[in-house]
């Protein structure tokens, strides 16, 4: 009546062996001998000295979960990978009652995929962190619930972030640049970035940093949003309100939940038009010819141009050189040949 449990002994009768026990939800058993001078190291004399001891038979003793202090188990985080997931976690002491020391303890993850509220086919049963998910399905939200077990108690954590496995994006690269007065072109491509079980982002970094242009946006680290989940632009970002003469470092980004790769970093600048270049003197030495050029202002800052050289006649073939050099040759060793025969026959 005062809420503790009595030891029940043989010359208890029924009703008064099963009364107690329907006042709690929780108890602990121990098995005992009647000539045993004192509870073992892991009895309930730890928290209850007041039990009854010793007693042949079972003595009871109730165990109140909720004054145990019992820990919860907490997801530090979980990473992504393709078709699969780590799921890192830690639980602090006490994981089972100072009572149950003696007690089988484990962990067992759980997981759900999100869009369709489906249990995962498979749940971890282990004794340590971490726990890897196996035969995920690219491109499919996950979520994740670890639990500490034991015989007489779960304790549960919080659902974990929703993760999504991807496939490693493909390395992205510049197929065109071009350069105009204080404006660039940069034309990109990366293969299947788009496709649902990569879900990549491309990104823009440049330095030093510029202002996204119209209808684009940065992330938290000044990179130029090019395209992503949802998106729908051509492979070309017009980049305008640039110095002229100015260089800018420029580099692509792939993105996605399981890693990053990059293009080669390139170096363009915004430029003018390069002036016609003219032509004063073309002088020919010993298989080689030297071309005297004029251009005003060719390596100024603003115009950074080169030349090339259109040479005519175009080089020549394989098949011109065996067609005049190798076949003329021969015909022409052939000739003398028939000429000194025939200065062999009138001389006889």
């Known amino acids: 009546t005062d809420g503790s449990l009595e030891s029940l002994?043989?010359?208890?009768?029924?009703?008064?062996?099963?009364?107690?026990?329907?006042?709690?939800?929780?108890?602990?058993?121990?098995m005992c001998g009647a000539d045993d001078p004192a509870p073992p190291n892991y009895g309930w004399e730890a928290v209850e000295p007041n039990g009854i001891w010793p007693a042949p038979g079972i003595t009871i003793y109730d165990v109140e979960l909720a004054k145990q202090n019992l820990q919860s188990p907490v997801i530090e985080r979980v990473v992504p990978s393709p078709n699969c997931a780590t799921i890192h976690f830690m639980c602090d002491e006490p994981r089972i009652p100072k009572v149950c020391q003696h007690m089988a303890w484990w962990y067992e993850v759980e997981g759900v995929e999100v869009d369709s509220n489906t249990a995962i086919a498979q749940v971890i049963k282990c004794q340590a962190s971490p726990a890897v998910f196996t035969n995920l399905v690219n491109g499919n939200r996950y979520q994740f619930v670890v639990k500490v077990c034991s015989e007489i108690n779960v304790q549960y954590s919080e659902k974990s972030d929703i993760v999504t496995p991807r496939l490693l994006p493909s390395k992205p690269f510049f197929t065109n640049i071009e350069g105009r007065p204080k404006e660039l072109f940069l034309y990109w491509c990366c293969k299947n970035f788009d496709h649902k079980d990569v879900g990549a982002t491309v990104l823009l970094h440049t330095t030093p940093i510029i202002s996204p242009p119209d209808g684009y946006d940065a992330n938290d680290n000044g990179e130029i949003i090019l395209r992503g989940e949802g998106a729908s632009r051509k492979n070309v970002i017009h980049l305008t309100g640039l110095k002229t003469g100015q260089d800018l470092s420029v580099k692509l980004k792939a993105v996605n939940s399981v890693g990053c790769m990059e293009s080669e970093s390139e170096v363009v600048t915004p430029t003018y038009p390069p002036p016609p270049p003219t032509i004063r003197k073309v002088i020919a030495g010993n298989r080689e010819i030297i071309i005297d050029l004029q251009c005003k202002g060719w390596d100024t800052p603003e115009t950074k141009c080169w030349f090339e050289v259109d040479v005519n006649p175009e080089p020549p073939t394989l098949e011109w050189l065996q067609q005049n050099i190798y076949v003329a040759k021969s015909s022409k060793k052939n000739k003398n040949a028939d000429t000194a025969g025939a200065g062999a026959a009138a001389g006889k």
């Open 9 to 30: 002994t043989d010359d208890d009768d029924d009703d008064a062996a099963v009364d107690p026990l329907t006042k709690f939800k929780d108890f602990y058993c121990g």
